[in-house]
Structures are given as structure tokens and as C-alpha cells.
């Protein structure tokens, strides 16, 4: 679950996933993308880079 204020530590847990990089920054746009238009701090995707 997300919290109301990002956590450096789970966002460098994310980035450290093992995954191809193209794939990883995809997700990390989209994701931050997804908190910018929801105006939120979360954009849903639990685990996933950028979230």
C-alpha cells in the first residue's frame, strides 16, 4: 500500500529490481506519468520502478 509521503528506500528497492533497463525506465515514466495526472502521491502499481 502507498503511503501519503514518498519513501526514498522503497523507491531505491524498486530501481533495483532485476529487469532490462529500457523496461525499468518505461515503467518508471509511466508510473510517475500516472501520479502526475491522478494528483497523488501513488500511481497504483505497487513494486513497480517508479511508484
Given at each position: 500500500?502507498?503511503?501519503?509521503?514518498?519513501?526514498?528506500?522503497a523507491?531505491?528497492?524498486?530501481?533495483?529490481?532485476?529487469?532490462?533497463?529500457?523496461?525499468?525506465?518505461?515503467?518508471?515514466?509511466?508510473?510517475?506519468?500516472?501520479?502526475?495526472?491522478?494528483?497523488?502521491?501513488?500511481?497504483?502499481?505497487?513494486?513497480?520502478p517508479g511508484?
Amino acid at each position: 500500500m502507498c503511503s501519503n509521503k514518498p519513501d526514498l528506500k522503497a523507491f531505491l528497492n524498486n530501481l533495483k529490481k532485476p529487469m532490462p533497463l529500457h523496461r525499468k525506465a518505461g515503467f518508471y515514466l509511466r508510473n510517475n506519468l500516472l501520479k502526475i495526472i491522478r494528483l497523488r502521491s501513488c500511481c497504483g502499481n505497487h513494486g513497480e520502478p517508479g511508484c
